[in-house]
């Protein structure tokens, strides 16, 4: 069970359209029981950049693998700089018009959970609970030699004291937390080990080539299971980590909504694909149905 074995997909010529209308989003919604699987897509619109939309990061960022990180210490050192500059544009990042109406969809009893391949913890800032965090969350860390895991604060402190003056301009912001640097950028940059054992620290995120584990995929499939329709938001389902839950829910006859400006791998897997800006189409949705979204602000992050 690879997290992301395909990094590129190109859409089939015969794929359905989209569409403009948000009749079978309201439809689905009104009707709850709806489970929501979200893409980087429902957080550009807090600033932080998707990987396939149009200016998407995968043009010219190629994310850090497991493989990689695992055995060369440079390319530890090189993650952890990028990573160490990108988190404190990552770390201020707020929910966004889409985040607030998932949440406020949730407290009206509309939905039945909440997946997300996202990694920015954008979700239960809008107040968004029982999110499940298919790929991990960067806020979170973990030793990969004795389990202890720690906040990214206290290791963003650790950081900045062993790299007292490190302030490159990065060229751009991936949907990782990633900065781009470049070599020279990163020069000699300090990597701090863990404080229980020494060992090696890594974000609690699932990188390309790792696996997602076991019984979160059985949580999730037990979601979908166990759900009305499935609403797809802001995802391309390039990887299988995504798409092999609209592939279960289309098996068992479960209706999905997909909702995403650009054509995607499970188009062909679901009833539509509402072609629009999510902001747009979830607070439309919203108003539709008399749910007020709320100010999405749910405590510090």
Sequence with gaps: MRMRPTLSWTPDEDLPPGTTDLEPLTDALGSGGVLVLSGAGISTESGIPDYRGEGGSLSRHTPMTYQDFTADAQARRRYWARSHL???????????????????????????????????GLHQHAGSGGVVELHGSLDRVVCLSCGTFSRRRELARRLEEANAGFAPVAAAMNPDGDADLTDEQVGDFSVVPCTF????????????????????????????????????????????????????AEKAGTPVVIVNRDPTRGDRHALTRVALPLGTALTTVAARLGVPLGDGTAGPR
């Excluded at 404190?88 to 949730?106: L, S």
């Excluded at 620290?201 to 979601?223: Q, T």
Aim: hydrophobic share 45%.
């Design 86 to 120: 990108g988190w404190r544009t990552f770390g201020r990042a707020r929910p966004n018009a889409g985040h607030r109406a998932v949440a406020a969809f949730g407290r009206h009893g509309l939905l039945s959970g909440v997946i997300t391949q996202n990694v920015d």
């Design 197 to 248: 054992c020494g060992g090696i620290l890594k974000p609690d995120v699932v990188f390309f080539g790792e696996a997602v584990p076991p019984p979160r995929v059985e949580l999730c499939r037990s979601l979908v299971r166990e759900a009305a329709s499935l609403m797809v938001l802001g995802s391309s389902l390039t990887v299988m980590s995504g798409l092999r839950f609209v592939r279960q």
